[in-house]
C-alpha cells in the first residue's frame, strides 16, 4: 500500500459537538479544516471571542480501511 492512495480526514470534538472534514491529501490540511468549521461551529451557536479546548482526530484512509493516527489537542479562540 502506497502513501498515495492515503487520504486523511479530521473528527473535532468540542463542547458535545464532533465535526468531520472531507477527505484530504495532507493531514494539514485535514487539520486546517477541522479548525475552521469548530469557529465557524461555534459562532453559530453564539460563542463569539470565546476560547475553548478541542480534541481533533486524525484518520488515514484508503481502500481497506480508516485509522487513526494522531490526536490533537487545541484550544481555539473563536
Same mark, same amino acid.
Given at each position: %500500500?502506497? !502513501?498515495?492512495?492515503?487520504?486523511?480526514? /479530521?473528527? /473535532?470534538?468540542?463542547?458535545? $459537538? #464532533?465535526?468531520?472534514? @472531507?477527505?484530504?491529501?495532507?493531514?494539514? /490540511?485535514?487539520?486546517?479544516?477541522?479548525?475552521?468549521?469548530? @469557529?465557524?461551529?461555534?459562532?453559530? #451557536?453564539? %460563542? *463569539?471571542?470565546?476560547?475553548? *479546548?478541542?480534541?481533533?482526530?486524525? $484518520?488515514?484512509?484508503? #481502500?481497506? /480501511? !480508516?485509522?487513526?493516527?494522531? !490526536?490533537?489537542?487545541?484550544?481555539?479562540?473563536?
Amino acid at each position: %500500500m502506497g !502513501s498515495e492512495l492515503q487520504k486523511f480526514y /479530521a473528527i /473535532a470534538k468540542v463542547y458535545g $459537538f #464532533e465535526i468531520e472534514t @472531507k477527505l484530504h491529501d495532507h493531514i494539514s /490540511a485535514a487539520v486546517d479544516e477541522a479548525i475552521d468549521k469548530i @469557529k465557524l461551529t461555534l459562532r453559530k #451557536e453564539g %460563542m *463569539n471571542g470565546k476560547t475553548v *479546548n478541542a480534541v481533533i482526530e486524525v $484518520f488515514a484512509k484508503d #481502500e481497506r /480501511a !480508516s485509522n487513526l493516527i494522531e !490526536s490533537i489537542k487545541a484550544r481555539i479562540t473563536t
